[in-house]
Nanobody, 127 residues
Framework: QVQLVESGGGLVQAGGSLRLSCSPS????????MGWFRQAPGKEREFVAA????????FYTDSVKGRFTLSRDNAKNTVYLQMNSLKPEDTAVYYC????????????????????WGQGTQVTVSS
C-alpha cells in the first residue's frame, strides 16, 4: 500500500515559520504532480498549493501567495512546503497528496482527483 508521510507540523506564534515535508513510502513520486491541502475544524478541505513533477509549474491559493513556497527534490523523493509569516487562520491539518499525472491537472483545486494521501500534520498558529 502506497502512503505519503508528512512531517514538520507544530505550534508556532503568528509571524513564525514552519516547513512541512512529504515523502512516499514504498514508491517513488518523482513522476507525479503533488499538492498540499488543509482542513480546519468545521470547514471543508481546501487547496493550498500544487507542483508539477518537474517543479517548473507551481500554483498557490491566493491566501498564501507570497508567504508559502512549494518545492520538491526528486532526488530525495520529497516535497516541501515552506510556510512563512504564518497567521492564526492558517491553523489546520495539512495534507500532502499525489496526482497520477506529471503535470498539474486543470482542476487541481479539487481534492478528490488526487490519488494518494498522507495522514495529515497539524499546524497551529497562535495569536
Amino acid at each position: 500500500q502506497v502512503q505519503l508521510v508528512e512531517s514538520g507540523g507544530g505550534l508556532v506564534q503568528a509571524g513564525g515559520s514552519l516547513r512541512l515535508s512529504c515523502s512516499p513510502s514504498g514508491r517513488t513520486f518523482s513522476m507525479y504532480a503533488m499538492g498540499w491541502f488543509r482542513q480546519a475544524p468545521g470547514k471543508e478541505r481546501e487547496f493550498v498549493a500544487a507542483i508539477s513533477w518537474s517543479g517548473l509549474s507551481i500554483f498557490y491559493t491566493d491566501s498564501v501567495k507570497g508567504r508559502f513556497t512549494l518545492s520538491r527534490d526528486n532526488a530525495k523523493n520529497t516535497v516541501y512546503l515552506q510556510m512563512n509569516s504564518l497567521k492564526p487562520e492558517d491553523t489546520a491539518v495539512y495534507y500532502c497528496a499525489a496526482h497520477s499525472s506529471r503535470q498539474i491537472p486543470p482542476d487541481y483545486r479539487r481534492w478528490p482527483i488526487y490519488r494518494y494521501w498522507g495522514q495529515g500534520t497539524q499546524v497551529t498558529v497562535s495569536s
